[in-house]
T-cell receptor, first 113, second 114 residues
Framework: GAVVSQHPSRVICKSGTSVKIECRSLDFQATTMFWYRQFPKQSLMLMAT?????????EQGVEKDKFLINHASLTLSTLTVTSAHPEDSSFYIC?????????FGPGTRLTVT | DQQVKQNSPSLSVQEGRISILNCDYTNSMFDYFLWYKKYPAEGPTFLISISSIKDKNEDGRFTVFLNKSAKHLSLHIVPSQPGDSAVYFCAASAPPSGTYKYIFGTGTRLKVLA
């Protein structure tokens, strides 16, 4: 158990467009999900905590209007990168909390051209 | 301010030998520590964890040691296998428990040589 999926796994978009990434807990319910981004050879940077039924909590320095998070159900959280720019190109990873641990999705590679 | 540090970006070990990955932290409020393994273009997978009330936790080939006074933890892998080659992240969390929020280190790339 404790499987987390992400969709899409890879996406290429043009500068100025918006991209939505989905994170699903497949076999458990998660009241809390997290969104991270990882730059090459760097740590996982927590962007925000997504809470089911309430507003996401963003980490310092993360633009909430640019990275929209919606946790509409106990098994789904979405991250929308709005008006994407090339510097938003990164590896985005979500995780879901269960039993005191986090279970990570496989990640989404976003490339903004 | 990096609260969780992994000062060795990479480590090479011969197959069959012991791999020791180190992690230091600065926040004395951290009470739960974890190690994750990550392959390129994949999400991290949980390896092993330890609560601050313990100083050692063992699971098969993996053992995590915690030295609270030194604010240091280490992951021992023995014997090391080529399939262990990956990036290893340590992570820490602080109360209140159940919030799941972790602070990750910068990772150590382990290469196990056959």
């Amino acid at each position: 158990g404790a499987v987390v999926s992400q969709h899409p796994s890879r996406v290429i978009c043009k500068s100025g467009t918006s991209v939505k990434i989905e994170c699903r807990s497949l076999d458990f319910q998660a009241t809390t999900m997290f969104w991270y981004r990882q730059f090459p050879k760097q740590s996982l940077m927590l962007m925000a905590t997504s809470n089911e039924g309430s507003k996401a909590t963003y980490e310092q320095g993360v633009e909430k209007d640019k990275f929209l998070i919606n946790h509409a159900s106990l098994t789904l959280s979405t991250l929308t990168v709005t008006s994407a720019h090339p510097e938003d190109s990164s590896f985005y990873i979500c995780s879901a909390g269960r039993g005191g641990e986090q279970y990570f999705g496989p990640g989404t590679r976003l490339t903004v051209t | 301010d990096q609260q969780v540090k992994q000062n060795s970006p990479s480590l090479s070990v011969q197959e069959g030998r012991i791999s020791i990955l180190n992690c230091d932290y600065t926040n004395s409020m951290f009470d739960y520590f974890l190690w994750y393994k990550k392959y390129p273009a994949e999400g991290p997978t949980f390896l092993i964890s330890i609560s601050s009330i313990k100083d050692k936790n063992e699971d098969g080939r993996f053992t995590v040691f915690l030295n609270k006074s030194a604010k240091h933890l280490s992951l021992h892998i023995v014997p090391s296998q080529p399939g262990d080659s990956a990036v290893y992240f340590c992570a820490a969390s602080a109360p209140p428990s159940g919030t799941y929020k972790y602070i990750f280190g910068t990772g150590t790339r382990l290469k196990v040589l056959a």
